[in-house]
Structure formats: structure tokens, C-alpha cells
């Protein structure tokens, strides 16, 4: 923080004498304030921020430039973020102890993320993600701490770390971590409109590193050929295997509509369409399975919440007697590696799925079959022979 005493004759008063002001400067941010002292701008020394011959304004500098510095410690010891205006309102009002509860900072944010998810500033799934994060909160406070809420000032380093541990119990330690990381975007919330002077956010996220084995052809012809007792298995079934055939992860299955479908100068069908989570487009070939589903449906598919429809997609695997998990990501993997083990290159995969670049692309979907790594082992024996 730079303070600078200015006596600006500009500012001169009747009575030959001008307001004595500070400058007060931290990082880029600026604000000028006026003291309410009164000095004859002659005497003033902006070099040596002295007053010939008035001791008591010297004293009234030193004064005030001593609470500045007060201000400054104070705040760095507290953790509170260093503005010019939360600065200069320290120095006038002191810090004032507000306070907020958890929840009901939680759902001012998640009023703010609906209103930006309604104007696509955000994808509607990470607004509902925040509203499911919201949800575990409560439950933990209500059956394990025995609380309705908690002051955000009360949150402590252990009631973070019992949230975690209990987020664990619920779910898979990659979405744990996620809802973690919401929680604490709420508590720097906090911290930057004053109401946590110290980040209680102590847990260390490590995600897992998550081997998903993909289907095989064998497995997606065995769904998609299995008759279903209702009709919402068989939605289920169809939105998966629409999945398998274009890569499209589940948001932008959601948002999937005929606009997105493009013919070429060729007369092929791609589905063309922006990424929900990155902005990036994919282009997706329309192959004959996909396009039948999809025309089935009107170019409208039946979509679920991601929760239920993974739900029933455990539900299919059981009937079609496959061991490995089905989830919504699943179908998107499935069809990179199907790709890749058919020959077509990572950069076509990449535009395909809609990755920023084909590292991405080979760091996460690059993995190959056995029956084509065996396949390909035995072309290159047989080249040795």
C-alpha cells in the first residue's frame, strides 16, 4: 500500500488555504480522500509530506499514516483481501463483524448462477451441479452435525474436513472433489465481501486417476437389440447408444436439437455443434444408427437428469448381463476408443469430440483393446519373420 499526501492549490478556498488530502494507492487501484484539515498549500512539502511551521498538522500526518499501517496489518493478519476500498473502509468504520449463514450465502450464488445459466453464460448443468452440492450440505448439518446452519464466520478447518469425509461415503472421490471445490468458491465469496476473514479451505484435493474400460461393438449391439419392459429403459437405452455413435457428452445431448445437423456439398450429415463445457465445436459424422435414433425422436431426444439416467443405465446393464459400469461419460469414451482402434488418427478424433487439441485427445481416450493390440502385434511379427 502507497500513501501520498497532496495539497492541490487547484482546490483553494477563499481564506487562501486548501483541503489537506491522501492518495492512497495498492496495486493498480487508486482513491484520492480529504482529511478535513485545512492547510496553506506555501507551507506544504509534497516531497518530505511535512507542513512548514505547523507542528500540529505533522502530527496529524504521522497520526493518520500510523492508522493506515494499522489498517494494513490488520487485514494482512485477518486475510482480508487487500482493496482501496475495503482499505480506506477499514480505516473509517473498523472491521465490522458480518455475518452470514452457509445456506443462505449458497443460495444468493445459486440465484446468480440460474440467471446466467438462463442466458447461456454457463451451462445449465454446472447451475444444477451447485443446487445437488447444496443439497448434501444441508443433509450433512442436519443428520450429522444436528444443525439447521452455520454462520459462515463459524466455519472452521474441521467442518470442512467432516464435509469432505462425508461426501465420500456418497460418492466416488473425483466428484467429491468437484463438490469440494464448489464449496469453497462460496467461502472465497465470503471472504471477498467480508463476511470470513479466514479461509477455513484446508483439505488438499487429489482426484483419482480413473481407468474406464470402454464397450466393445459386441456390447453395444447386445443393449441395443435387447427388448425393455418400459418405456423409459428403452429412452435410456436409445439416448445411450445415440451416445456410442457420436461421442456427444451429456450436457450437449441435452441441448441437442436439428439446428445442429449440417449437410455437406457431398450430401454427408454431420452434427455440428459447440461444447457445452469448452465452447469448442465438434464436428460428428451422423452414422446410420444415430441418425435412426434421432429421427426417431423428432431430432429431440428424451433426457433425464444425469443422476436418474445413470440410475437406470445400471439397471440395463444388469438386464443385458454386462459386468462393466454403464454411466453417461461411458458412451463418450466408448466411441473415441472405437475410433482410434479403427485407425482413424488423433487429430480427426479430436475435431471429432471436440477437444482444444489432440493431446487432450491421446492423454485421455488413447487406450486400445486387447484384440487390437493382439491384431497389431501379430502384423508386425509377421513382418520379422
Not at 493498480?28 to 509530506?49: C, H, M, V, W, Y
Not at 429412452?235 to 439446428?259: E, I, P
Not at 455440428?272 to 446410420?288: E, G, M, N, W, Y
Request: aromatic share 8%; charged share 30%; net charge positive.
Amino acid at each position: 500500500m502507497y500513501l501520498n499526501f497532496m495539497c492541490r492549490a487547484s482546490k483553494r478556498r477563499k481564506d487562501g488555504l486548501c483541503p489537506l488530502e491522501l492518495s492512497v494507492r495498492v496495486g493498480e487501484q487508486r482513491k484520492i480522500i480529504t482529511l478535513g484539515r485545512n492547510i496553506n498549500p506555501a507551507d506544504f512539502n509534497s516531497k518530505r509530506q511535512r507542513v512548514r511551521r505547523d507542528e500540529e498538522s505533522n502530527k496529524f500526518i504521522e497520526a493518520v499514516t500510523s492508522r493506515f499501517r494499522a489498517t494494513e496489518s490488520e487485514m494482512l493478519a485477518r486475510n482480508i483481501p487487500m482493496t482501496v476500498d475495503n482499505v480506506i473502509d477499514i480505516f473509517y468504520n473498523g472491521i465490522q463483524e458480518a455475518s452470514v449463514s452457509l445456506l443462505t450465502l449458497f443460495d444468493k450464488h445459486n440465484v446468480e448462477s440460474k440467471a446466467k445459466a438462463d442466458h447461456g453464460i454457463i451451462a445449465k448443468d454446472t447451475y444444477r451441479r451447485y443446487l445437488v452440492t447444496r443439497k448434501y450440505l444441508k443433509k450433512f448439518m442436519t443428520t450429522k452435525l444436528k444443525i439447521k446452519d452455520i454462520l459462515v464466520k463459524d466455519i472452521t478447518p474441521a467442518f470442512v474436513e467432516q464435509f469432505y469425509v462425508y461426501l465420500n461415503g456418497y460418492m466416488d472421490r473425483n466428484t467429491a472433489n468437484h463438490k469440494m471445490k464448489q464449496l469453497k468458491k462460496i467461502l472465497k465469496i465470503a471472504q471477498e465481501e467480508g463476511y470470513l476473514h479466514s479461509m477455513p479451505f484446508k483439505v488438499k484435493l487429489v482426484n483419482e486417476t480413473l481407468q474406464y474400460e470402454p464397450l466393445t461393438v459386441e456390447e453395444i449391439r447386445s443393449i441395443r437389440q435387447k427388448e425393455f419392459p418400459t418405456d423409459r429403459l428403452t429412452q435410456v437405452r436409445d439416448v445411450f447408444v445415440f451416445a456410442c455413435y457420436t461421442g456427444l457428452a451429456f450436457t450437449d445431448l441435452s441441448t441437442l436439437t436439428k439446428k445442429d445437423l449440417h449437410v455437406d456439398e457431398n450430401g454427408k450429415e454431420w452434427i455440428i455443434k459447440a461444447r457445452q463445457k469448452t465452447k469448442v465445436v465438434s464436428h460428428i459424422p451422423l452414422l446410420p444408427v444415430a441418425k435412426e435414433i434421432w429421427e426417431q425422436y423428432r431430432y429431440r431426444l428424451p433426457m433425464l437428469s444425469n443422476q436418474k439416467y445413470n440410475s437406470y443405465l445400471k439397471e440395463i446393464a444388469d438386464s443385458c448381463g454386462i459386468k462393466k459400469e454403464l454411466h453417461s461419460h461411458l458412451a463418450r469414451h466408448t466411441f473415441a476408443t472405437i475410433l482410434l482402434n479403427s485407425g482413424v488418427d488423433m487429430v480427426s478424433v479430436s475435431k471429432i469430440l471436440g477437444h482444444s487439441t489432440s493431446r487432450i485427445t491421446e492423454k485421455t481416450y488413447a487406450q486400445m483393446m486387447p484384440g487390437t493390440i493382439m491384431d497389431r502385434v501379430t502384423a508386425v511379427a509377421d513382418q520379422l519373420v
